[in-house]
């Protein structure tokens, strides 16, 4: 089903922070009357059934209803809990959401199987709203990392109120169609375990080197053994890292997923990701497997999006950080990679490998942004955001006025940034270690 762009009255487009909005106020409209209004995405609606959403502590109930891209019911009044997402965006008016199923769903058929979480992303500091997604795209392609979130952009109403455009996504977490890997929180070696590399961390952490680390998966409830498990993959993780600092490829070997680091080295030089060393930076391990460098997550401040660090929204250089720099968001494991000749070689064979696919990239942000014009340019009737600064992005970028001309400076950067690597990874300079920045 798709109509015409409404015309939102100023009640429907006041802004909503989910803090308390109970369905009688003055502005909320029907399921039936946000059906009438859909543009060219599904739509989410959320009954908060008079509950406050306002912490990521704690879930409250709530209720949703979906409807496809074509306006037919997806999910109807199911029950949900729901809870706010994030760290630093948690002080934004536009909250991102983490909700779940009480029992295991999939819904508009976007993950690889059915589970309880999922998220809706608000992506506020990016105002192309395609980051992440083409990031999670990229991720998609470069198959020797088991998983990558899958993700659509959706419009979402809360409590009758229009909310603007989120990225649907599937939350990261150990799940058989997700983060693959073993859970009996009985053992400690033939137990699974997800790890994010994040200085947020704040349960089961363990620090290696200068960095923290947090235990993401389940851990025992006995505290006994809650702490050799922590132990374990802590002494482990330690020793993997220490094998690749030592540039040894087989001793490397013995504790890494290779191919699994060199797509996700891949991937977070291509998208110059500056929290690649800071937060939402991922590894599992299986029992009886090796460290393997999945999923990516957290893209909204990459691509070109972010000038906190020298060079970083720049299509030119490397993206990596000096790692005797704690302070500058070096990531050890992408920078000790980078230094050994045999990942270099593996790196430019893989990257050989997926050309063709990589070089879409710029077409995929360019078909979203047109195929979904009207739903994407409604977002800003509810977040004025156009033509000024959010966050960090680039002076250029803030000026730019349309929805249009922001998924454009995207797709540009994308191929100034594919063309760079591809001679970079195809030079003397980069066989021979030789490290170039933005100014070559």
């Known amino acids: 089903m798709k109509c015409i762009f409404p015309i939102l009255t100023a009640a429907v487009m006041a802004v909503c922070t989910l803090s308390v909005l109970p369905q009688t106020v003055a502005s909320a409209i029907t399921n039936d009357e946000i059906l009438e209004q859909q543009l060219t995405m599904p739509v989410i609606s959320i009954d908060t059934l008079g509950n406050s959403v306002n912490t990521k502590e704690s879930y409250t109930d709530a209720k949703i209803t979906i409807w496809d891209e074509n306006g037919t019911i997806d999910t109807k009044d199911a029950n949900i809990s729901i809870r706010l997402r994030g760290n630093s965006t948690l002080n934004l008016d536009k909250k991102s959401y983490r909700f779940k ?3 295991k769903s999939n819904p508009l058929h976007l993950g690889d199987g059915s589970a309880k979480s999922w998220n809706l992303v608000a992506n506020y500091y990016d105002t192309s709203l395609l980051r992440s997604m083409t990031a999670y795209h990229l991720g998609d392609m470069l198959d020797n990392m088991p998983y990558t979130p899958n993700s659509r952009s959706v419009e979402v109403y809360v409590n009758g109120s229009y909310q603007g455009v989120y990225l649907l996504c599937e939350a990261v977490n150990v799940a058989k169609s997700r983060i693959a890997i073993t859970e009996d929180t009985t053992k400690i070696e033939d137990d699974g375990y997800l790890v994010e590399m994040s200085r947020y961390a704040e349960e089961n952490v363990f620090t290696v080197d200068c960095c923290q680390y ?11 053994i809650a702490a050799k498990q922590i132990a374990y993959i802590s002494n482990y993780t330690e020793q993997a890292l220490h094998a690749l600092k030592s540039g040894s490829q087989s001793e490397t070997e013995k504790y890494i997923d290779i191919p699994s680091l060199v797509d996700n080295y891949l991937a977070n030089e291509l998208c110059k990701n500056v929290d690649a060393g800071w937060d939402s930076y991922y590894f599992s ?3 009886g497997g090796k460290l393997t460098f999945h999923p990516m997550w957290d893209y909204d401040l990459a691509l070109g999006n972010n000038t906190e660090a020298k060079g970083i929204s720049d299509a030119k250089g490397l993206g990596i950080f000096d790692v005797t720099d704690s302070s500058a968001n070096s990531n050890p494991w992408l920078c000790y990679a980078i230094r050994c000749d045999w990942f270099r070689e593996m790196l430019q064979a893989r990257w050989d ?6 070089e879409t990239l710029p077409d995929f942000v360019r078909t979203e942004a047109s195929v979904n014009a009207d739903s994407y340019n409604r977002n800003f009737t509810k977040w004025n955001t156009l033509g000024r600064k959010v966050y960090n992005e680039t002076d250029e970028a803030a000026a730019l006025k349309t929805h249009s001309e922001h998924a454009a400076y995207l797709a540009n950067w994308l191929n100034q940034r594919i063309t760079w690597l591809n001679d970079y990874y195809h030079s003397d300079a980069f066989a021979e270690g030789v490290f170039l920045d933005e100014t070559n």
């Open 214 to 224: 947090e235990v993401k998966s389940d851990v025992s409830e006995d505290p006994e």
């Open 285 to 287: 391990k299986d029992a």
């Open 101 to 103: 199923f009480p029992k």
């Open 353 to 358: 490998e997926k050309f063709a696919e990589i």
